[in-house]
């Protein structure tokens, strides 16, 4: 009598058939992991924006003698027995896939010595502009803000925020 061999385990079929689902279904969550995270660094981008103008707020009241940090340094650099206005990770200008870009007012209102941080001198105004590090990967809006604390954005183009022209009309 022949004897039938039985055996057990996945033909190489079945485990081909199973390795495309996986990839089908990896193709199809991918884009939305990746549009999620953009949306979590846009929202992160708007709260380090609204940070800066709090903070320039701050430093106007108790220690710019109603003039704005000229730097994101010098919001950073706490005055003698503080804490400084933004934290650290924010001073490098570079948070969560946007840069952030700090631009001085045109007219000094204190010198260095006057600040009660002593690091810089303090303006009439300034602009904090924020940009996507790969534009449409990182994030696909620009962020903007004043000494009005409005903050503005604008995703139809990339500007660079050293050259953003604060009459440009964002929405």
Do not use: W
């Not at 033909?11 to 199809?28: H, Y």
């Not at 204190?110 to 790969?134: K, R, W, Y």
């Amino acid at each position: 009598m022949k004897r039938i061999q039985e055996n057990d385990g996945f033909t190489l079929i079945e485990l081909l058939i199973v390795v495309a689902i996986i990839g089908i279904i990896a193709a199809i969550a991918v884009p939305g992991l990746l549009r999620a995270r953009m949306s979590g660094n846009e929202a992160s981008a708007i709260g380090s924006v609204r940070t800066i103008s709090s903070a320039q707020a701050a430093f106007a009241a108790s220690c710019g003698g109603g003039g704005y940090a000229a730097s994101l340094a010098a919001l950073s650099t706490p005055p003698p027995a503080s804490v400084g206005f933004i934290p650290a990770d924010l001073a490098t200008g570079t948070k969560q896939g946007y840069t952030f870009v700090h631009t001085a007012g045109a007219n000094q209102i204190l010198p260095q010595a006057q600040t009660c941080n002593n690091i810089a001198n303090s303006f009439d105004g300034f602009l904090i502009s924020g940009s996507a590090v790969t534009q449409g990967q990182t994030g696909v809006r620009f962020f903007a803000t004043d000494q009005t604390g409005l903050i503005k954005t604008r995703n139809d183009v990339t500007i660079d925020g050293a050259n953003f022209d604060a009459s440009q009309n964002l929405q």
